[in-house]
């Protein structure tokens, strides 16, 4: 395995820092490549060994930290930050980065198959891509990505402790900390359009006002997204709200081994509820931890991502499923 430092440059002059993984034997290179959009307050070098992984198949694999977070603190006002800009000004950035320097100049690939890997919030932020930029994926893959409205989170306990954390805490915690919010390493002015969004019924599509609809991209391109069952995080109902957001269809399937998640292959939009044993293990931030998933997921679902890149010429079927 080979690894790269990168400075990448947004179109604003905001930098990002990033890492690129890439096949150590110039002969295993390959087109597919990974762009993993990291959780809210998870660093960058939390995916790294997931990163690593990939390579052994021949992916390439682009880590990162938002700008204001982590290594992409530096430099950057605060007070001037949005969370619209992680994804209409940060995605893109990283975007142009694999297909202006990542294929040509390190890989020397004539093509580049990007599937965007999100965790959490980084799924939510295509909502705020530049249409033409997200023509650039191959295909979508979120783990445990959600709409963050408090009502779909179940009742009772759960609900109750969303809207103490979106009315009380976090807003308890953006005024004291002005500038930053220690418990998450996350800019405050981040953590205020966060917790405001959750209050609003349609999410980020309400309180920032998006006209666009990514569906008529994502509606094109594979999209599989993946609920763990007990993530309080991101609950079924707040998954499938997202996923149906971006697919305009219906389509669930149960998963309790990772070993049959080829079954689910040919479904070109499919959000894959993952449940029973193997979900108490992933909750909401193990499916990237090497101790509990390697041996249990990693292989069967980097397999199942090289499917989803050899078989691109897949058109969206014309039909709705429903199966709950």
């Known amino acids: 395995m080979a690894k790269r430092s990168c400075i990448i440059v947004c179109l604003?002059?905001?930098?990002?820092?990033?890492?690129?993984?890439?096949?150590?034997?110039?002969?295993?290179?390959?087109?597919?490549?990974?762009?993993?959009?990291?959780?809210?307050g998870v660093p960058s070098n939390f995916y790294f060994d997931f990163?690593?992984?990939?390579?052994?198949?021949?992916?390439?694999?682009?880590?990162?930290?938002?700008r204001?977070?982590?290594?992409?603190?530096?430099?950057?006002?605060?007070?001037?930050?949005?969370?619209?800009?992680?994804?209409?000004?940060?995605?893109?950035?990283?975007?142009?980065?694999?297909?202006?320097?990542?294929?040509?100049?390190?890989?020397?690939?004539?093509?580049?198959?990007?599937i965007y890997l999100s965790h959490s919030i980084g799924g939510q932020?295509?909502?705020?891509?530049?249409?033409?930029?997200?023509e650039k994926l191959s295909a979508v893959v979120s783990i445990a990505s959600q709409s963050g409205y408090y009502g779909l989170w179940p009742l009772v306990l759960p609900r109750l402790t969303m809207l103490v954390y979106w009315y009380l805490l976090l807003p308890l915690y953006c005024k004291i900390y002005k500038n930053n919010v220690p418990m998450l390493k996350v800019p405050s002015k981040v953590v205020t359009d966060w917790y405001s969004s959750?209050?609003?019924e349609n999410y980020?599509?309400?309180?920032?006002?998006?006209?666009?609809?990514?569906?008529?991209?994502?509606?094109?391109?594979?999209v599989t997204f993946f609920s763990i069952e007990n993530d309080f995080y991101a609950p079924f109902t707040a998954v499938n709200w997202l996923f149906k957001k971006y697919t305009n269809i219906q389509n669930v399937k149960s998963l309790t081994n990772f070993n049959d998640l080829?079954?689910?292959?040919?479904?070109?939009?499919?959000?894959?509820?993952?449940?029973?044993?193997?979900?108490?293990?992933?909750?909401?931030?193990?499916?990237?931890?090497e101790k509990i998933s390697k041996e249990l997921i990693w292989n069967d679902f980097i397999i199942y991502l090289q499917y989803l890149l050899e078989n691109l010429e897949r058109k969206n079927p014309p039909f709705t499923i429903s199966k709950l």
Do not use: Q
Not at 68 to 88: E, H, I
Not at 90 to 99: Q, V
Not at 125 to 134: A, G, I, K, Q, T
Not at 276 to 281: D, E, F, H, P, S
């Open 68 to 114: 204001g977070c982590f290594s992409s603190k530096n430099g950057v006002n605060n007070s001037m930050l949005s969370l619209r800009d992680w994804g209409a000004k940060d995605i893109p950035a990283l975007l142009d980065y694999l297909e202006k320097v990542v294929k040509t100049e390190i890989l020397g690939v004539n093509d580049l198959k990007i």
């Open 12 to 40: 604003d002059g905001v930098t990002l820092n990033a890492t690129l993984f890439f096949p150590e034997d110039n002969t295993k290179y390959s087109s597919n490549c990974v762009l993993i959009s990291p959780a809210m």
């Open 262 to 289: 080829m079954k689910y292959k040919d479904d070109f939009h499919v959000l894959v509820s993952v449940e029973g044993l193997i979900a108490k293990k992933i909750g909401h931030f193990n499916f990237f931890r």
């Open 204 to 222: 980020i599509f309400d309180y920032f006002k998006i006209t666009t609809n990514p569906s008529s991209v994502l509606s094109n391109i594979p």
């Open 198 to 200: 959750g209050r609003c």
């Open 51 to 66: 990163a690593t992984h990939l390579t052994t198949f021949g992916f390439s694999c682009l880590c990162f930290d938002y």
């Open 125 to 134: 932020l295509l909502s705020f891509c530049p249409l033409n930029y997200l």
